[in-house]
């Protein structure tokens, strides 16, 4: 099998949620194969900081930007910057998501709504906006954060996983419109990794014991695991890989 099936030489990814944890991680793996890159978070500062790390490391070009990804507005700014700056986006990576820790009857209502909307309607904002320049090149790919608590659940996370399993599902739909226009659209639904949003856990040795006691391999996932994962779904190598999710968690669902 050619390495060339993997490089990315040309293309361009907009990941959100980029410019820390995971996010940069597949910033960096995506740039590492010659991808250009697009990192988005809330902070313009956080953004142009982690673009210029990635630009000098990998000698790719990197722009970081702010935008809110439930903001129609603002993701089509991200859009037309991209569009002036690198010729448009060729692979979106939906990372950007929050967690909130409640019980059912402890979750206001508004806690139930920030999570939908920024786990799933931004997604879905987001894969809107690019699906139409992909279209026109007749090659793209659509990759969703999902989770592994988007096929599993546990307490205390309701609109959390609920946001998680329908983004499963959004990239069967979409890789079905899609499939005639040369795109492929995918979910990655990780386990444990020592990302920012897992810092309460981190912090709790109780309860990070608990996870740990639930996973077959007898440990958290390292961030550059998800290295491998991020550059097949966005490379030449998926290309008859559409409408699935790929779970890397250690072996905690196959129980």
Known sequence: MSVDLFKLHGKVAWI???????????????????????????????????????????????????????????????LR??????????????????????????????????????????????????????????????????SMLGQVGLAARPPYTASKAALILLAKTQALEFAKNGITV?????????TEMNKPLLENPEAYQAFVSKIPMGRWGEMHEMDGLIIFLASPASSYVTGTSITIDGGWTAQ
């Open 186 to 194: 995918n979910a990655i639904c990780p386990g444990p990794f020592g």
């Open 16 to 78: 959100t949620g980029g410019s820390k944890g995971l996010g940069f991680q597949m910033a960096n793996a995506l740039a590492g194969v010659g991808a250009n890159v697009v990192l988005t978070s809330r902070h313009a500062d956080e953004s142009i900081s982690a673009a210029k790390s990635i630009a000098e490391k990998h000698r790719v070009r990197a722009v970081g930007l702010a935008a809110d990804v439930t903001k129609e507005a603002e993701v089509a700014e991200v």
């Open 81 to 146: 910057r991209a569009d002036q700056e690198l010729g448009g986006i060729d692979i979106l990576v939906n990372n950007a998501g929050i967690n909130i820790r409640k019980s059912t009857v402890d979750m206001p209502l508004a806690d139930w709504e920030q999570v939908i909307d920024i786990n799933l309607t931004g997604p879905f904002i987001c894969s809107k906006a690019v699906a139409p320049g992909m279209i026109r090149k007749n090659w793209g790919r659509i990759i969703y954060m999902s």
